[in-house]
Each structure stands twice: as structure tokens, then as C-alpha cells.
């Protein structure tokens, strides 16, 4: 009976092929784990940048708008205000929550500073220091009914503007429709302050520290915390001034070049230009690039960072126009 079979040759033929094919097949797999790592990383940063910016540029434009209240300032003629709550944020004359009608200075809507200690504003714990603070009042933008044939659409513990061509009245709870003329209209008031600072998480039972975009948002008689956006690294603002009342921006300052007058002018400040470091949330191990650097801003106070780690990072800036400022302020 005659046997078949491999010889030697062939064997050691078959094991090479196959070694081939398996190591082809490993390479593959090995790229595209990498590849989807590396995808999955940048769309991170792509999506912390697009968000945190969104978030920010939605307060920032409605700086300046008062309804339908059309006096330049608020003052013990014209205003009714409210008291500031405990650990309210503020800094200076005039920059709490609520105009302080006795004040000399005029009701600061935005201000900004960089973080130098671990408290700012009187309400901002540990902020990274170098990095900017940037505090917002406004009116967010759907008015609300409130009218005597039972439609009320305010809520307890929430702060309205009450505005009327030449008064206001800040209140909080919810508005009496018979306290408030027929030609006024009901806003929802909000003041926020944006910072960063560290945040500590757990993940699979590790220890994970990590940068956040922060914000400090007056909540009826209270100021609360809340983390917006992980990953939050560093953040800058230029502001963009109208020095000539052209409703045209004439200069860029820094916060370094901002000074009192430049906070108090109600018509002066026309853009923010908003620098974010992003950075990812986990170090990548693969990552060959050192002593990366970034620089936010191109103005002769522009901020340098540089890093030596395996955390990808990356840079997301834009301009921010104030629609309801300028010569002509917002009218409806």
C-alpha cells in the first residue's frame, strides 16, 4: 500500500507561507488599532474645542442686550436692583451679580483677569494660574410671558429683568403680572464667570486628573459650580476696542492692557477673540513629538506653552462679535 503525505520541504514551504499571512494579518490589525486610537484621540479634542467655544460664544453675544430697556446706564433713577448673593463673583467697583446703584462706577457686564493665586473673584477656588477668567451679565434671549390672563412663565428662584423704555427692576421668583405695565417685557438674567482648574476622576480603578473648563452660575440667591468641558488646558481673551465711537474696532488689548475705563465703557468693547488649549484626557505612549509648543494669540502679549509629555494637544481660537454694543446699542 502505498502511503502520501508532506515532505520536509513542503512543510517548512506551508509554515513560511502561513507565517506571512499571519504576520500580514497582525501588521493590519496592528495599523488599525493605532489609526482608530489616534482617530478617536483627535476627534476628542475636535469635539472639547467646537463645544467649549459654543458654550462661551452663546453668553459672550449677548453681552450688551437689555430688551427693551434703553437708558446707558443703570442708576438709582432708573433701576431696581437686588443684593448680591453670599460668595458672589466679583471684583472691583461695581461687578457683582446686580448693579450697586450707589456706586460712582459704572455696572460691569464683562470683565476678565488671568488666574495668579488659588482665589479670584471672590468665588473662583485653584484656578491654573497663567490661565484666563473671563465673567459675563446678560439677558438670555427668549422673553417671557407673564400677563393677567394666567400665562406666567417664570419660575422660584430664578432672576428676571423687568424692562421698560426708561426703567428696569431686577426680581427674582416668580413675577407678579400685576406689578409690571403692559409694555414691558420679562428676561431671564444670568451672570456667569468661566476659569479653569483641575478636576479629579477614577477610571478603572485608576486615579485620572485632568483640566476643565469650570463656570460659577448665579442660581436664584446663590452662585453654583459646574464643570462644562474636560480637557480645557489653557485659555486666553483679546478684546477688541472701538476707541473713536465709529462702531469699528481701532485696537486689540490683552487683559494686561485693559484697564478700569475699558471695563466700564458700555459701548467700547465690540469683540472677544477666545484662545483654548485643548488637550487629551489620557497620555498616549506612542507619541514621539517633544517639547511641543502652542502659542495663543499673535499680539506682543501672546502666551507661549511648552510640554514635554505624551498628551496630544491642540489650538482653537476665534472672534466673537458683540452685536448688542458699539454706537448704536441694541434696539428692538
Known sequence: ???????????????????????????????????????????????SGRL???????????????????????????????????????????????????SSSNFKTLYAKTATSSSELNCVNNPLAGTDILQVKFLQGNQLEV??????????????????????????????????????????YSHHSYYISEQTYTVNNKSLTVPALMRKRLVGGSINTETIMEGVENMRFVFGLDTTSDSRVDTYKSINDM???????????LTVQVFLLIRALQPDPGLKIKNQTYV?????????????????????????????????LWRI
Open 147 to 188: 400677563d393677567a390672563a394666567g400665562v406666567n412663565e417664570t419660575q422660584s428662584d430664578e432672576n428676571y429683568f423687568i424692562a421698560e423704555q426708561e426703567s428696569a427692576r431686577f426680581e427674582r421668583g416668580v413675577v407678579d403680572p400685576t406689578s409690571i405695565n403692559i409694555n414691558a417685557s420679562v428676561w431671564p
Open 296 to 328: 495663543l494669540g499673535e499680539d506682543a502679549n501672546s502666551r507661549t506653552l511648552t510640554f514635554s509629555d505624551n498628551f496630544r494637544r491642540t489650538v482653537f481660537t476665534t472672534t466673537i462679535r458683540l452685536n448688542n454694543v458699539g454706537a448704536n
Open 1 to 47: 500500500m502505498k502511503q502520501t503525505g508532506f515532505t520536509l520541504i513542503e512543510m517548512m514551504i506551508s509554515l513560511f507561507i502561513g507565517g506571512l499571512i499571519l504576520g500580514g494579518v497582525m501588521f493590519t490589525y496592528i495599523g488599525m488599532k493605532v489609526t482608530t486610537k489616534d482617530t478617536m484621540t483627535i476627534g476628542e479634542l475636535q469635539e
Open 52 to 102: 467649549a467655544i459654543n458654550i462661551m460664544q452663546r453668553d459672550i453675544e449677548q453681552v450688551g442686550f437689555w430688551g427693551t430697556f434703553y437708558d446707558d446706564s443703570f442708576t438709582v433713577i432708573n433701576t431696581s436692583s437686588l443684593s448680591n448673593p453670599t460668595g458672589d463673583c466679583f471684583e472691583g467697583l461695581n461687578n457683582g451679580s446686580f448693579p450697586d446703584l450707589t
Open 259 to 269: 484697564n478700569v475705563s475699558d471695563w466700564e465703557n458700555r459701548k467700547g468693547i
